[in-house]
């Protein structure tokens, strides 16, 4: 199988497609035979139940009809005047008997085998003067055996059957004269009666009435091939019914000679298979030729991609699939070229750069050196307060270019932020009113980006303390932990902001005042993925609140 697919795999786009072609044709061509073959036996078995069912019920009501009519006819025999009083009469002499059965009884009985053909024989059982007189009327007492059984039935008739005779029993009862009672027994022909029942059939089957003793009582089967019959069980049609009588009448029947065969379906199958593809081969190769022909012109183009250095156009005016990869691929050219051209750029402007960061790497060391001169020099004065200013500003900026990292501690910010008050308060000449910090000691390790608080804490130095007086002033920083992240607040005592204002420095599109803390927020967001919040509140007593929700960060190391 993995060399078959290798060698497909490695086959031109023409090949694989006229084998694409014939493999679908052969598919729905075996997928129409296989249907049509399933529907067609699907029919005919359909067909087949039909009829099995109509022959069955069929059958069944025949057979119902000819018990009703001989319990019916026996029942009329029964209760007719002229037997009960033939039987109960007290007779003189045995030519007054012969007179009484020859007048009475025998025009009755000759009527009844008459209008009954299965009736083969009758039999009458009497305790009375009349047994004896034919070879059909019987001694009640003298009978034995399955012949006594007769003796049990009732005024309804009842059948009766010992393995040989099927018979059908019932008393003859003179209600005058209870105690001179007659039981009549027809005995019944069972070929003639149940013969029949079943119309004649073409296909295998079997018919059987089984007694309530579970003896069989007629059975007619024509099998042609009993060993192909129990070969074909899934096709065999059963159906059974229970009679008034309590017979169970079984009808199978094997539908089998009925289904269309197998090697029939596949022989016209294989066929088709060949006329179509003497007809569809020359229009797949003109399909395959045209398709593939396209796909190599796109070949031989994306071929000369590399050599000519992605200056060649590729475009296709066709709207199908092929097209549209051929302007895919035309695209991606293009688009390559221009990144090629945009790299090339961005390498000059990084280079000078790199330049230009060389440069500046020596302003840094020169505002310190300046800073540490002018140190010595208010040292030399005696004038502390200026060489302590000076310390805080040194400190200051060495934390703000943070050796070039853009990731600090908290520590390192809220130590950031005291540096700047200090500056502050050196430059306004007074402290404020109240400076405090409110931290969870356990935070102070955790990373953020540099130079967040700082940027919050002047504006609310700038727009918030700054229009109650410097020395009027209280500032609140708190760093805690709510609900697993770590929420930051700078509060002051400042005029406030309104919701629209606060919208506004949120708003990146907006030129409204805020460029500070529009640059913290955006930071934010890029450091932490959009898993960050800024919001203001109005400070308890009067002022605003700048709040930061950030999600714990380690630096990885």
Not at 122 to 130: E, M, Q, S
Not at 434 to 446: A, F
Request: a negative charge.
């Amino acid at each position: 199988m993995k060399k078959l697919l290798h060698m497909f795999n490695n086959c031109r786009l023409r090949t694989k497609l006229l084998i694409s072609y014939i493999c679908l044709v052969v598919i729905l061509l075996c997928f129409w035979g296989g249907s049509a073959y399933t529907q067609i036996n699907r029919q005919l078995a359909g067909n087949a139940r039909a009829d099995f069912r109509n022959t069955f019920s069929f059958a069944c009501l025949l057979l119902e009809n000819k018990i009703a009519r001989a319990q019916r006819t026996l029942t009329l025999m029964a209760e007719d005047s002229s037997v009960w009083e033939t039987f109960s009469t007290i007779y003189l002499s045995q030519f007054q008997q012969a007179q009484s059965l020859l007048e009475r009884f025998d025009p009755l009985l000759a009527n009844v085998n008459q209008q009954n053909e299965y009736f083969s024989e009758v039999r009458i059982y009497t305790y009375f003067g009349l047994k004896g007189t034919r070879y059909y009327i019987r001694d009640a007492a003298a009978v034995t055996g399955a012949e006594a059984e007769y003796l049990n039935c009732g005024s309804e008739p009842r059948w009766w059957f010992d393995g040989e005779n099927l018979t059908v029993s019932v008393k003859s009862v003179n209600a005058d004269q209870p105690q001179s009672a007659a039981t009549v027994t027809f005995f019944v022909d069972r070929d003639i009666f149940f013969e029949d029942c079943l119309r004649n059939q073409d296909l295998d089957y079997r018919f059987q009435v089984i007694g309530e003793d579970g003896q069989e009582l007629f059975c007619r089967e024509s099998i042609a091939d009993p060993q192909a019959w129990h070969q074909n069980d899934s096709q065999i049609l059963r159906e059974e019914a229970v009679l008034p009588t309590g017979w169970k009448v079984v009808l199978e029947v094997n539908t089998h000679p009925m289904m269309v065969p197998a090697t029939a379906t596949l022989y016209t199958t294989l066929m088709a298979i060949v006329i179509a593809l003497l007809l569809i081969v020359p229009l797949m190769l003109v399909l395959s030729y045209s398709f593939s022909k396209r796909v190599r012109v796109l070949k031989e183009q994306v071929a000369e991609i590399a050599p000519r250095k992605y200056e060649v156009e590729i475009s296709s005016a066709d709207k199908d699939e092929i097209g549209e990869i051929t302007n895919a691929v035309g695209e991606m050219v293009r688009d390559t070229r221009q990144r090629i051209l945009q790299s090339y750029q961005e390498t000059i402007a990084r280079r000078d750069a790199q330049i230009q960061a060389l440069q500046a790497q020596i302003n840094p060391h020169f505002l310190y050196n300046t800073l540490s001169n002018l140190n010595w020099r208010a040292i030399a004065k005696e004038d502390l307060e200026t060489s302590d200013l000076l310390n805080a500003l040194s400190r200051f900026y060495r934390l703000s270019l943070n050796n070039g990292r853009i990731i600090s501690t908290i520590a390192q910010e809220l130590e950031h932020v005291q540096l700047y008050m200090r500056i502050q308060c050196g430059i306004h000449g007074t402290a404020l009113a109240q400076e405090s910090y409110e931290v969870d000691e356990d935070l102070l390790d955790y990373d953020m980006p540099s130079i967040i608080l700082q940027p919050l804490v002047e504006n609310a130095v700038e727009h918030g303390i700054g229009a109650v007086g410097f020395e009027n002033g209280r500032l609140k920083i708190s760093v805690s932990q709510e609900q697993g992240n770590i929420v930051i607040r700078v509060c002051d005592n400042g005029p406030g902001m309104s919701p629209e204002a606060a919208a506004a420095v949120l708003d990146e599109a907006a030129e409204a005042p805020g460029y500070g803390l529009r640059n913290v927020y955006r930071r934010l967001h890029l450091f932490f993925d959009n898993q960050c919040s800024m919001r203001f509140e109005e400070t308890p007593g009067g002022g605003s609140t700048v709040v930061l929700e950030i999600p714990p960060y380690v630096q990885p190391e």
